[in-house]
């Protein structure tokens, strides 16, 4: 199968009730495609057929929750909403609003951006996805059902474009961001993003349009760069595409004067980092980039007035501005095969013969210019002369002299 089954098709199959044929075809696609193993595991209670050395056990628990009037707090684990109940783990509160990542069991679709945390309190293992965090109210908060701090290992990269982890990150995001307020009636724009949604649609959209070629990352920390920490810079992604390097960060303000710009060129140098990307989600969605060039002042032309450092891209979306230096810089598309069209085989001879013919008949042509009789005729001579000047070249992928051919062909 080249597409996901719907569906209701699963259902049948769960239910029995899928024709034999179909059923197999089914059973094929499940053993390649871990989403849809998730989707029947869910449809029938139990776990999933999964290959060998790749089980994903259905955990059997009841975890009572506690008192309704109880108060969230950092790494507490909450049942969010109400018929349609998702679990999530308290990263921050800030008066009537709390940033939440979702929670699932699902540790065998962890990425590279989820931790997987062993001991919890469903004594089976979870799987958190921080990089999803984000604001909601919290009234959506119904039920507090443990703590649980987060440590553990990291699940594997995502592959590319097609990896069925990106629907599933997908639908943990439309799920959390479901339980935000709606704007009151007449209100204006909708607030800006947090850093922690502008890095996770950022990932999910370089990953989704660049290809396998483009290694979008989440940047966790500054490590010592202090300079960095000290401007309260938020870091969230690093891009890789075929050696260009890209570093984004969220600021308060952007890069504004001269302690701004010396933390920007510590970030570039330590990180061995192509260009920035500077983002204030707090005041607008478009970002900056910077590379080493712009991070300094330069000297405008033909004034020759002194210029201070300027962004080599400005007025895009984070997404658009980062598509756009690695256009420019990566070659990555000049460099990725034909998606699409048959290929068919070339025949080096073919291409000798046209190339020769054309190009005598251009000489040929030619000749008409000249008012010398012998040159004229020389040029002239050359009508027809396709096949053999086709056979000279030839000799070049035989391992003889082109020259030779050639000389020899003059002196016929």
Known sequence: ????????????????????????????????CLLCRLKRRRLEGTPAPAPAGRPLPAPAFEVAATEAGAEPSVDDLWLAGGDDRLLVLVRGVAGDRVTAAPVTFDVAAADEET???EESPFRTAVAVHPALAMEIPRTALTAKVGVLPVAGSHGTAITGPSDPRIEIRQHLA??????????????????????????????????????????ARALDGWGDLVLAEQRGWVPLVTVDEVGV???????????????????????????????????TSELGETADVFDAAALHAGIDMPSGTHSPPRPLISGLVAFDAVAKFLDQHSGARAMSAPTRG????????????????????????????????PKRRGYESLAGADEAIAAALATAFEGGSVVDKLQGLAGE
Not at 1 to 25: F, N, Q, W, Y
Not at 249 to 270: I, K, Q, W
């Open 245 to 279: 390097v890209l570093v984004a960060f969220d600021t308060p303000h952007g890069l504004e004067d001269e302690l701004d710009f010396d933390a920007a060129r510590s970030v570039l140098t330590r990180l061995n980092a192509s260009a920035l990307v500077v983002l």
């Open 174 to 215: 439309d799920r959390l961001a479901g339980f935000a307020e709606p704007p009151p009636p007449g209100a204006g724009e909708a607030p800006p993003s947090r850093p922690e949604q502008v890095r996770s649609s950022l990932i999910a959209d370089l990953r989704s349009m660049r290809g396998r070629a483009c290694a």
């Open 115 to 117: 931790v997987i945390v």
């Open 342 to 373: 048959p290929v068919e085989r070339v025949e080096v001879a073919d291409v000798l013969r046209e190339a020769a013919a054309a190009a005598a008949a251009d000489l040929a042509r030619q000749g008409a210019r000249f008012k010398i009789a």
């Open 1 to 32: 199968m080249t597409s996901h089954p719907l569906d209701v098709d699963l259902a049948d199959l769960v239910d029995g009730v899928l024709g034999a044929a179909r059923a197999t075809e089914l059973e094929a696609h499940l053993d390649e």
